[in-house]
């Protein structure tokens, strides 16, 4: 009774989800997820679904990934494990408007995603804001062990982290270079899908393209499910998380 509860209401909010669009909501998630999973354009999709037989303009596809991609980080971050207690900490630079724009990020020693944040600057209001969220996010669960670069602003960040309550006591803060080996892979593994000319149009549009990033990057790595991880079970997984019937199923 409580799975086909749970199974009425996902189907419920799929129709909610997808009300007013022109195409099926299947085939919606799959060239969403198509953008944020390869790197891809969107004129590269309007013309691999034009081989299927679908006519999809490529500025349909924008409106899609801006609509869709916060949804599907908001569904897949249910499933996220929580972080070991050892958090390593880093920025990247993402091109907006043809600007340099900061993308903090934290993952844990085991690679597992913690947190992010898109920030306008690199300073130490832009690194409180990020401990702020991520801190927040999960107040059950405070790291012991944080790992960063040289960056200056990062200490004093901790320390106001640790008088505003969001610390429950002060982690050991290391800083080395080969503890951020890591973090600097991931930063890459999440940017390969990014637009590589010109960059984001907005901030905006950066803001809630990244949100699709980082969730498929999380499909990608898994959420300690036992058996295989395919693309067929990521597939179905993000399939279920809007309620819809599985695209392809053996």
């Given at each position: 009774?409580?799975l086909?509860?749970?199974?009425?209401?996902?189907?419920q909010?799929a129709?909610?989800d997808?009300?007013?669009?022109?195409?099926e909501a299947?085939?919606?998630?799959q060239?969403v997820s198509w953008?944020?999973?390869?790197?891809?354009?969107y004129?590269?999709?309007?013309?691999?679904?034009?081989e299927?037989?679908?006519e999809?303009d490529?500025?349909t596809?924008?409106?899609?990934?801006?609509?869709?991609?916060?949804?599907v980080?908001k569904?897949?971050r249910?499933?996220?494990?929580?972080h070991?207690?050892s958090?390593?900490i880093?920025?990247?630079y993402?091109?907006?408007r043809?600007?340099?724009r900061?993308?903090?990020r934290?993952i844990d020693?085991?690679g597992?995603?913690v947190?992010?944040?898109?920030?306008?600057?690199r300073d130490?209001?832009?690194a409180k804001?990020?401990f702020?969220?991520?801190?927040?996010?999960?107040p059950l669960?405070?790291p012991?062990r944080?790992?960063t670069?040289?960056?200056?602003?990062?200490p004093p960040?901790i320390?106001e982290s640790r008088?505003?309550?969001?610390?429950p006591?002060?982690?050991?803060?290391h800083?080395?270079k080969h503890l951020?080996q890591?973090?600097?892979?991931?930063?890459?593994?999440?940017?390969?899908?990014?637009?590589?000319?010109?960059?984001?149009r907005?901030?905006?549009?950066?803001?809630?393209?990244?949100q699709g990033?980082?969730a498929?990057?999380?499909?990608?790595?898994?959420?300690?499910?036992?058996?295989?991880?395919?693309?067929?079970?990521?597939?179905?997984?993000?399939?279920?998380?809007f309620?819809?019937p599985?695209?392809n199923?053996?």
């Open positions: 009774m409580i086909s509860a749970i199974a009425a209401k996902l189907k909010r129709r909610d997808f009300r007013g669009r022109h195409f299947t085939l919606i998630v060239a953008y944020l999973r390869y790197p891809l354009s004129r590269d999709i309007e013309e691999m679904l034009l299927r037989g679908l999809v490529h500025s596809l924008n409106r899609w990934v801006l609509a869709y991609a916060p949804q980080g569904r897949l249910q499933f996220r494990r929580p070991c207690g958090v390593r880093d920025e990247t993402i091109k907006v043809g600007q340099w900061y993308l903090y934290a020693k085991h597992q995603a947190d992010f944040l898109l920030t306008a600057n130490l209001d832009a804001r990020f702020r969220k991520m801190f927040s996010a999960e669960l405070a012991d944080i790992g670069d040289g960056a200056g602003p990062y960040a320390a008088k505003e309550g969001l610390l006591r002060m982690p050991t803060h800083v080395t951020q890591g973090i600097e892979s991931d930063h890459f593994r999440v940017k390969r899908a990014m637009p590589r000319v010109g960059g984001f907005s901030f905006n549009t950066a803001r809630r393209t990244i990033f980082e498929m990057l999380w499909l990608r790595k898994g959420f300690g499910f036992a058996g295989a991880w395919t693309i067929r079970e990521q597939n179905y997984l993000l399939a279920c998380c309620g819809l599985v695209a199923k053996a």
